[in-house]
């Protein structure tokens, strides 16, 4: 069987108690970023929110979808990108709202998270397990450089378990002047005896000190990621694995599929409609069609207004 061009590859650094991904997105970026029409900046944080939804939602220890919003007060206004595990290659999509006049000012700073999202925005993961079960909802104040360095401050603050993480999304420039995206990342985490959304393994009995250095040392090894072995198709996650960690021992699984999905539906959204309040139900009835297009996927969805709301009429 052919290796998936999308997948997240789980690896384990043996004897260190340490798990890890790899996640390429070598045609899945540009599946997803195709769908929208966004300037530069927003692909490139949103690829790497897709990557950053990959890794987590594959390393969770409840089988749900798992969702990954940034909210802010910047250019950025709101960023979604969630996976859904599912038969075969789990699923990913991602959106943004933004402000264009906004953005192109932002965009000639640094174009750091802070100038795309302001300095008070935040960062929530999701853990949705269906309606019957718990959501389980982590929120911390969005601080960092990148979103790699964001999602750090998650683990520090609500897990503290040991984490490192590099994220890269870039387009790439094809003959003939069009233009695909490319999105990739690696992470190392500790297991760590406590709860948490991960997945845990309670670690044997090692020397702290001892635990603290090789960890340091993953961390570094970590960092020397370049972000071309995280783009480049031809750098496949085991390859990237094995250069990083050969000397500690890698044994990697089975890697996960990945694909673009969106679970949206005429019947999901004609259910969405019959939701709404009295008052905007009555606005949109007043209207000639009733339109409502799919944020994730750009899908539109056009009704009659008697069909919209003869749920309940
Ligand atoms: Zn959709």
């Given amino acids: 069987m052919a290796a ?3 997948y997240a590859l789980p690896f384990r650094i043996e004897g260190q108690n340490v798990n890890g991904r790899v996640v390429k997105l070598n045609a899945l970026a540009s599946e997803v970023l195709s769908r929208h029409d966004y300037p530069e900046a927003v692909n490139r944080l949103l690829g790497e929110a897709l990557v950053l939804a990959a890794m987590l939602g594959t390393m969770l220890k409840f089988d749900g979808r798992f969702i990954l919003q940034l909210q802010g007060s910047g250019p950025i206004s709101m960023l979604m990108a969630d996976y859904t595990p599912q038969e075969g290659a789990g699923g990913l999509r991602g959106f943004a709202q933004f402000d264009a006049d906004g953005l192109a000012d932002a965009s000639r700073e640094n174009g750091d998270l802070t100038s795309l ?7 929530a993961f999701t853990v949705d397990q269906g309606a019957e079960m718990e959501r389980y909802q982590g929120i911390v104040p969005l601080e960092g450089a990148n979103l790699a360095d964001a999602a750090l401050g998650y683990f520090d603050r609500s897990e503290q378990i040991g984490t490192a993480i590099k994220l890269a999304a870039a387009p790439l420039l094809l003959p003939g002047g069009r233009t695909e995206w490319r999105a990739g990342g690696i992470v190392v985490q500790q297991m760590a005896a406590r709860g948490g959304i991960v997945d845990i393994e309670t670690p044997p009995e090692r020397d702290p000190d001892h635990i603290d250095d090789d960890w340091n040392r993953l961390a570094i090894l970590l960092a020397t990621a370049e972000p071309s072995e995280l783009l480049d198709a031809d750098v496949s996650g085991e390859q990237l694995a094995f250069r990083l960690f050969h000397e500690d ?18 019947e999901r959204v004609l259910n969405m ?7 905007d139900q009555a606005e949109m009835q007043s209207q000639e069609n009733v339109e409502v297009r799919c944020e994730f996927c750009n899908e539109n969805y056009l009704f009659e207004p008697f069909e919209a709301f003869a749920q309940r009429h």
Avoid: I, N
């Fill in 4 to 6: 998936p061009s999308d």
């Fill in 249 to 266: 021992g890698v044994r990697v699984f089975e890697p996960r599929g990945l694909q673009f999905a969106c679970p949206c539906t005429r």
């Fill in 273 to 279: 409609l019959a939701g709404l309040s009295d008052q």
């Fill in 117 to 123: 999202l302001g300095d008070k925005g935040h960062m």
